[in-house]
């Protein structure tokens, strides 16, 4: 059985979450305290004492790409997420990096605003989070699809890693993300019709 460890708030795990589901592979979900008591010991999964984590027959897996790596080339071949290969290959994993680096900016964004003592947040580097966010979002949403996925009739990885993205900046209420982008926005709400989103929202 896959075990993937890790919140729900996080984006990384839960664009994990979303491509088992996708794929329609069982798995069991286990939440981690990493900022409280399970940071000695989930080391013993990631020395580096972060999420995701996927427990699989291969041992600990860590990092979401090695992780997607993994769910991808273990996939038969109708059951995965990214194109094969050629062009379509690459504007999909060019998504997915537009959108993991967005998430990577948002997490930042998380740790300062909401993790560092008040009196010793920096306030340049919250406004720079805030622009490469803003920038980062505004290149997302000029390429998101008006209506369908971005795999077309049916959801792909790059789906996976947009949602998991856009609903994570969604529990960051300052950031506005939604507001100023609704076809992102629409995508998301869409989403949640299939079971393989709405079953790992951060809200569900
Ligand atoms: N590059 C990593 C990033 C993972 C990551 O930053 N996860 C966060 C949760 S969203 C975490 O575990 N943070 C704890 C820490 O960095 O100490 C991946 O994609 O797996």
Not at 140 to 169: I, K, S, Y
Not at 171 to 190: D, N
Request: contains cysteine; charged residues 20%; proline residues 5%.
């Amino acid at each position: 059985m896959l075990i993937l460890h890790g919140g729900r708030r996080s984006p990384f795990v839960r664009r994990v979450a979303i491509w088992l589901a996708l794929q329609g592979r069982a798995f069991e979900r286990q939440g981690v305290e990493l900022f409280g008591a399970d940071f000695e010991s989930f080391a013993a999964r990631n020395p580096l004492v972060r999420v995701p984590v996927l427990t699989s027959p291969h041992g600990d897996l860590i990092e979401t790409a090695a992780i997607i790596d993994y769910l991808e080339t273990s996939a038969d071949a109708d059951r995965r997420l990214l194109p094969a290969n050629g062009a379509e290959r690459v504007a999909c994993l060019q998504i997915i990096a537009l959108a993991n680096a967005i998430a990577e900016k948002g997490v930042a964004y998380v740790y300062e605003t909401e993790r560092r003592p008040a009196d010793l947040v920096w306030a340049d580097w919250v406004q720079r989070l805030s622009t490469q966010l803003r920038q980062g979002l505004a290149a997302l949403e000029a390429q998101t699809p008006e209506a369908g996925w971005f795999g077309g009739a049916t959801p792909n990885g790059a789906d996976a890693a947009v949602v998991a993205t856009m609903d994570f900046l969604g529990t960051v209420p300052a950031l506005g993300a939604a507001a100023a982008c609704p076809k992102l926005a629409t995508l998301c709400a869409r989403s949640l019709d299939l079971l393989a989103f709405a079953a790992s929202h951060p809200s569900a």
